[in-house]
T-cell receptor
Framework: DSGVTQTPKHLITATGQRVTLRCSPR?????VYWYQQSLDQGLQFLIQ???????AKGNILERFSAQQFPDLHSELNLSSLELGDSALYFC????????????FGPGTRLTVL | QQPVQSPQAVILREGEDAVINCSSS?????VHWYRQKHGEAPVFLMI?????EQKGHEKISASFNEKKQQSSLYLTASQLSYSGTYFC??????????????FGKGTHLIIQP
């Protein structure tokens, strides 16, 4: 158990819909990262927040957005869902913003039908 | 730029050694190694920083050749619990900058009794 929690564990929805994934970092961690893992694309970095501010942006689609709240939990919003968005979405957290160990949560498996 | 991992897969008998390589065409600041078992979250193994020392604990160690932008993960006297997919993640700049952590496609390691 890494100490990072993610909800829900599984999510099944239809194309065109919008979903919100939630992540609570380890106690004391200020950085939160979001990753997407699919069979064809592998593990892809989406976005990072540090203490409420966006820190780095990777291969995140415009249909996706994220935020980190004052209590440091983070949410990833996915809208206008497409079949190709089906994937495992991981949240990770670390203490520092620079080159630090990232602890991954158990992931949310999103299935778009 | 996604790092290239080799081999793609390897099958060993318990007690044998393995080497997994990770290379990039870009100048790297750090290399991160993770192991992921099927259906589970990636688990941190170690970070190697530019100018840092070779890391290791117990029977897993790694090196980072800054001149060649290559890192290798060494698994000595492999155990059944070492089975899984190994990912290297690379940072081109301290803190990842705009690109965050970029992962390779992974190396599948199967340890047989």
């Amino acid at each position: 158990d890494s100490g990072v929690t993610q909800t829900p564990k599984h999510l099944i929805t239809a194309t065109g819909q919008r979903v919100t994934l939630r992540c609570s970092p380890r106690s004391g961690d200020l950085s939160v990262y979001w990753y997407q893992q699919s069979l064809d694309q592998g593990l892809q970095f989406l976005i990072q927040y540090y203490n409420g501010e966006e820190r780095a942006k990777g291969n995140i689609l415009e249909r996706f957005s994220a935020q980190q709240f004052p209590d440091l939990h983070s949410e990833l919003n996915l809208s206008s869902l497409e079949l190709g968005d089906s994937a495992l979405y991981f949240c990770a957290s670390s203490v520092e913003v620079l080159s630090d160990t990232q602890y991954f949560g158990p992931g949310t498996r999103l299935t778009v039908l | 730029q996604q790092p290239v991992q080799s081999p793609q897969a390897v099958i060993l008998r318990e007690g044998e050694d393995a080497v997994i390589n990770c290379s990039s065409s870009k100048a790297l600041y750090s290399v991160h190694w993770y192991r992921q078992k099927h259906g589970e979250a990636p688990v941190f193994l170690m970070i190697l920083l530019k100018g840092g020392e070779q890391k290791g604990h117990e029977k897993i160690s790694a090196s980072f050749n800054e001149k060649k932008q290559q890192s290798s993960l060494y698994l000595t006297a492999s155990q059944l619990s070492y089975s899984g997919t190994y990912f290297c993640g690379t940072e081109e700049r301290m803190g990842g900058g705009a690109d965050g952590l970029t992962f390779g496609k992974g190396t599948h390691l199967i340890i047989q009794p």
